[in-house]
């Protein structure tokens, strides 16, 4: 995994912050690592690991159909009993009409929320309606150059800097190329 600090940087200081946390990027870009490091970053905080409730909605384990009241069942039975919970949900724009089981989470519970989506299909739709002013978006990139350098180096540690530029050029910055040898 390469670590992308600077975007765990610029989400940690609204942690705890009465916003929707938004994390929006092309398909493949690496909002769900991120989501991996932001739940590292809130156990280094001190969070217990059964308040950090991490839902992926394109597992095959949840249902193609499920509702947004079937999210907010769901969620609101995992969240029942506990302190302040963190939810770190991704690919919730594969839920129909989750903007309203979000806006619902976000007034009547003690969550901090944090979402991931596909901008196309998250940024349509009715978000701006119900959460209007009331989230804040960290738009995800895939990786720069140097981010694709440090990839790199364990592809072909002895590529020169030209070598590893042309490749960057050639391939882009997906992070799934660190699985392409």
Request: proline share 4%; hydrophobic share 40%; charged share 30%.
């Amino acid at each position: 995994m390469i670590l992308r600090p600077s975007y765990i940087e610029a989400i940690a200081p609204f942690i705890d912050q009465p916003l929707v946390k938004i994390l929006a990027g092309v398909r493949r870009c690496g909002k769900s690592t991120i989501f991996e490091m932001l739940a590292d970053e809130l156990r280094r905080r001190g969070v217990p690991e059964d308040r950090i409730i991490k839902k992926r909605y394109t597992e095959m384990d949840i249902p193609a159909d499920i509702s947004a009241k079937d999210m907010y069942d769901d969620l609101k039975l995992q969240i029942q009993g506990k302190d302040r919970c963190y939810l770190l949900l991704d690919e919730i724009q594969e839920v129909k009409d989750w903007e309203k089981c979000i806006n619902s989470f976000r007034v009547s519970l003690d969550c901090d929320i944090y979402i991931t989506g596909s901008n196309a299909k998250l940024l349509s739709g009715e978000l701006a309606t119900y959460l209007g002013g009331r989230y804040v978006e960290f738009v995800i990139y895939p990786f720069s150059f140097g981010e694709f350098m440090e990839l790199y180096r364990s592809i072909a540690p002895d590529a020169s800097i030209q070598q590893r530029f042309q490749k960057y050029l050639l391939a882009g910055g997906m992070p799934y190329l660190a699985n392409l040898r």
